[in-house]
């Protein structure tokens, strides 16, 4: 209890950081964007469910491309886009083709050329530059007597062209000489057709070309092409060390100067480090993110400096677990799993509710319906009597489950289909990654909203046992325990241990410590300085005249309980106490660890 106290009490500039989560006039603010948050995600999976992005996906190491795209069109919906940026996913994919087959005809070149089999395009060229200078050597070799005459009559056949044509262009030469003295001249030749005045074809054309061009655009208006948005990828920074002191408002403030700004995530303050927290800032992906980091480099909040450099992308979005998850009694085992979490959690986030008489009562998640035709398991029990009975022998015996020899890893499409729908959704809607045990509670703050995600591995090479397939589940059930007994708020009993506040008992607490007696029938309220009879009369003062104090002090303990009924509240690091020296060593010796040194 004293723990509890020291770290809210003395600790103030923690409760900065606490008023946002825990204080009353905030709580209610907190609760209702995180919801909101979980609706705009469910939103988002139910669009890729009904559109069919989820029909063929499958949730192996060898589909890590179109995975990420399952993800990266899951962010865009939550960023509020539409199908023409869902758009930008396909030429995304396709670029990433082109540059792929790019790289393999290069890596077919490099292989190529040190074998001879091909020659670079620069020696190609030089070939085919080549090949014309040899025509002249061959005609330097004398040529034969008919072949002599027929060369003279090739020859004088363009020279009469070349004299034909110079005629003719002399002929056009005087004809325009001609025409260009008699458009000069002001009387013009007898018998020539007079030329019409040029100044009353313009005025007559003017008119006609103004027409056709106002026609022209209202033909054929402009539209506007609308681009696909890459709503996916984003710009951020990253603050290492963000002083308790300093509020996510106050670098909201601070960044949202800069285009392009989008949110702002803190962690939660980190007892072992001084109650310092990361930070994460997020910009459009079309800023300068550098120039902003370099403005942001010598502010100062709170007489801290910020000191945030450029955040990367994430390299390895899709890693893999074990092979052994596709087999087949795993495969049921986790969607027996994964069924019981989904509906853990769409229980604490108050998912799936309707209406009924007035009165919001639980409804059935689409995604588990029929969810239990899967998770009973067939066996030819019949068959296997009937065979034993019909003379076969020990031998020949199947080897039952409890036998600890190996066996190979049969994967089952159904099930797996099955199981890919629900661990989508729980990553999707819940943030939760199931092969690793893992949730990311602050997410949708973070720079990249779906960001790493783990699948089944290649099925292992080597034949497993049942041992090693019981072992394997028995572990992963304990990992995934805590996910499904995490309780949001402690039990009434256990925060009464712990130092739970009575409201009312902190009101008297307050009225009391201002009711001081300064002699007899003479009591002063220290909140305005008055003075009165009795002690009676300074409690009504109080409750009449300073009744924003008492409001104060009910949320002051409503914020204290709040913290203290939080599961998941930070704690101060646990001090180990200093062993005792060893017998027989004087106080001058320091103090150090029995048997460390003999």
Known sequence: MKSVNNLFRNFCPVRIRFRSKYHPDEVGRHRQESQAALRNRLNAFLYLMESGWLNEIQLDMEKAPAIIKILDAAVIKMEGGTEIDLKILDEEEEQAKREAAKKEAAKKEEAKTPEGQ???????EAVVKTDPEKEPEEEEKPPKPEEEEERKVEKEEPERESRKSSKRKRKRSGDSDDGSDSESGSVSEPGSPKPENPGQNGQEESPKKEEEEEEKPKEKPKEEVVKPRPLHKTCSLFIRNVAPNISKAEITALCKRYPGFLRVALSDPQPERRFLRKGYVTFERGVNIKEICWNLQNIRLRECELSPVVNRELSWRIRHVSGITQHRPILRNDIKLA???????????????????????????????????????EVSAEEEDLLWGAGRTAGTEPPKEGNPTEISVERDEKLVKVLDKLLLYLRIVHSVDYYINCDYPSEDEMPTRCGIMHVRGPVPPNRVSHREVADWQKTFEEKLAPLFAVRE?????EALKVGKKDPEQEVEKFVTANTQELGKEKWLCPLSGKKFKGPEFVRKHIFNKHAEKIEEVKKEVSFFNNFLMDSKRPALPEVKPIQAPVAGQGKSTPLIAPGLYR
């Open 489 to 493: 708020t402690l039990s009434e009993e």
């Open 339 to 377: 069924a019981r979490l989904i509906h853990a959690l769409d229980e604490r986030g108050q998912l799936w509710r309707e209406a009924q008489d007035g009165e919001e009562v639980a409804a059935q998640n689409p995604i588990l319906k029929n969810i239990t035709d899967y998770l009973i398991d």
């Open 118 to 124: 091909s020659k670079p395009p620069e020696e190609k």
